[in-house]
Every structure is written in structure tokens, then in C-alpha cells.
């Protein structure tokens, strides 16, 4: 069901308001997380993250994964501050809503939190990546180990 109501869109709006306002706001988000301007850059995903926080799957129900999951992958190569909401934001998308694993997987969001762990420059970015995979992990465990993970996490370790 929630696949189905996902893929009609922004056209099902109309007819499932409580979801809708949610959408159109997560969509401003992504642009607020798109912009060039840092600060708005930290505001979109600190908000983000704050929905994420409280969400739970059911009100997961037309969050927009497949635009969100590309921008947080974007944003885990910038400013420290930045890398670290984004981990955290992943890893919140993965606890809230188990199926988005795999589209974190088909971004490229497994070797990317790789390598944060493979190559450390913040310790907190590198824990908040094993949190990630870790919350993956419990969803879809042969993802990561189809794309090396385990080898990753064990050297980090």
C-alpha cells in the first residue's frame, strides 16, 4: 500500500490532505538542503532530521525517499557539521522506515559510509556511519555484504 500511494506522487495530495502537508514540506526541505547557502543547507537538515526523530513508519507513508536519499549522500562530502546531520538523518530514515535501506544501497550510500570509516577525518561522522550501517544492517544484511561493509567495519573496529 505504501509503495502504491508513494509512486502516484503529488497528485494523491488532494485526496489524502494529512499526508500532503507533509510532503509539500519535506519537498521544501530538499530544496532548503540543495541550496549553495550553508545556512540553509543546516536548517533544511537539522529540520529534517527533527521530523525524522519523531516520525514513525505509518506516517512514513508518502515521504519522498527517492528524492531525500540523493541529497543526504550529496551533503555527506561537505562541511563536518553538515556530514554529521546527514549520517544522522540516514540513519533516522533507516530506523523510521526499514525499506529505505535499499534505496540508500541503490545511491551508493553503503560505500559512501564506508568511506567515512575508511578514511577518518571526523570521529563522529565515522560512529554516526556505523550507526547507519549498523540500523541497515538489521533490515538488509546482504546488502552490505555484497558491497564489502563487513571488511570495512571490521578494520574500522
Known amino acids: 500500500m505504501q509503495t502504491i500511494l508513494r509512486h502516484l506522487g503529488s497528485g494523491f495530495e488532494i485526496f489524502a490532505p494529512q499526508f500532503g502537508g507533509q510532503t509539500s514540506r519535506i519537498r521544501s526541505l530538499i530544496s532548503m538542503m540543495k541550496s549553495k547557502d550553508i545556512g540553509d543547507q543546516m536548517a533544511g537538515i537539522s529540520e529534517l532530521c527533527e521530523n525524522l526523530s519523531v516520525s514513525t513508519e505509518d506516517s512514513m507513508i ?20 553538515l556530514m554529521l546531520l546527514s549520517c544522522r538523518a540516514i540513519t533516522l530514515l533507516v530506523d523510521v522506515y526499514p525499506s529505505s535501506a535499499k534505496q540508500i ?3 551508493g550510500g553503503i560505500e559512501t559510509l564506508c568511506g567515512k570509516l575508511v578514511c577518518i577525518e571526523y570521529i563522529d ?22 558491497k ?10
Open 62 to 81: 508518502m515521504f519522498p525517499v527517492d528524492e531525500v536519499v540523493p541529497v543526504l549522500l550529496e551533503l555527506l562530502d561537505s562541511s563536518p557539521d
Open 105 to 107: 544501497s541503490q545511491a
Open 125 to 146: 561522522v565515522a560512529e554516526q556511519s556505523i550507526q547507519a550501517l549498523e540500523k541497515i544492517s538489521r533490515s538488509y544484511p546482504e546488502i552490505l555484504l555484497e
Open 148 to 157: 564489502g561493509a563487513l571488511n570495512v567495519i571490521l578494520s574500522f573496529v
